[in-house]
Every structure is written in structure tokens, then in C-alpha cells.
């Protein structure tokens, strides 16, 4: 089974809080890792400044396309982020600990 990595943005804690447990809960991710960030972007013409949450979503290949559409339809922003990496290597407790809790 390969590992799959999410990778979004949020303007909040909250926001992201609530998906993450949504989304552990129903076992479409095993851990959702979330951190403050500053970021510097382009939106309708304008540079913007300003801080937002990363979630990274840990899930395996067999949940990546339900887990990514959960994602989309409860996403706060008008056009979200929602980046798919491919994990090359990882140890195998963790990877069976990740299969594990997403069965």
C-alpha cells in the first residue's frame, strides 16, 4: 500500500480543525499535521500578505481521491489549494500504523 501526502492551506485553526477531525474520525486520513505559515501571494490583482494554517493530511493511495473531494467540498476558500505528494520512502511501523488507521 503506498502513502499519500495532502497538502492545503487555511485562513484559520478553526477551519482546519474541523476537517481534520471530520476526516480522522471517519479513518479518510490517520493524522492530519496543521502549522501556522506566512504567506506571499497573488489574488485578483493584488500582492498579499498574510498568515494561514498547512494541512497536511497523511492517507494512503485508496483514500487519496475521497479524502481530496471532502477537501474541496468543505474548503473555505474560493479556489484552494489541494497538492497530492507521493511518498517515496517510509519506514514500514509507520506505514502499517498509516494503513492501519485508514482501513
Not at 81 to 88: F, P
Not at 92 to 99: I, R, S
Request: aromatic share 8%; glycine share 0%; hydrophobic share 40%.
Amino acid at each position: 500500500m503506498k502513502a499519500i501526502l495532502i497538502l492545503s492551506t487555511y485562513p484559520d485553526k478553526k477551519s482546519i480543525q474541523k476537517i481534520a477531525n471530520r476526516l480522522v474520525r471517519s479513518r479518510l486520513a490517520a493524522c492530519v499535521n496543521m502549522t501556522k505559515i506566512s504567506s506571499v501571494y497573488s489574488w485578483q490583482g493584488k500582492i498579499e500578505n498574510s498568515d494561514e494554517f498547512l494541512a497536511i493530511f497523511k492517507t494512503t493511495q485508496k483514500n487519496k481521491s475521497k479524502l481530496k473531494l471532502q477537501i474541496k467540498q468543505t474548503h473555505p476558500y474560493k479556489v484552494p489549494e489541494i497538492a497530492e505528494l507521493a511518498i517515496k520512502d517510509l519506514n514500514k511501523a509507520y506505514l502499517q500504523w498509516l494503513v492501519d488507521s485508514t482501513l
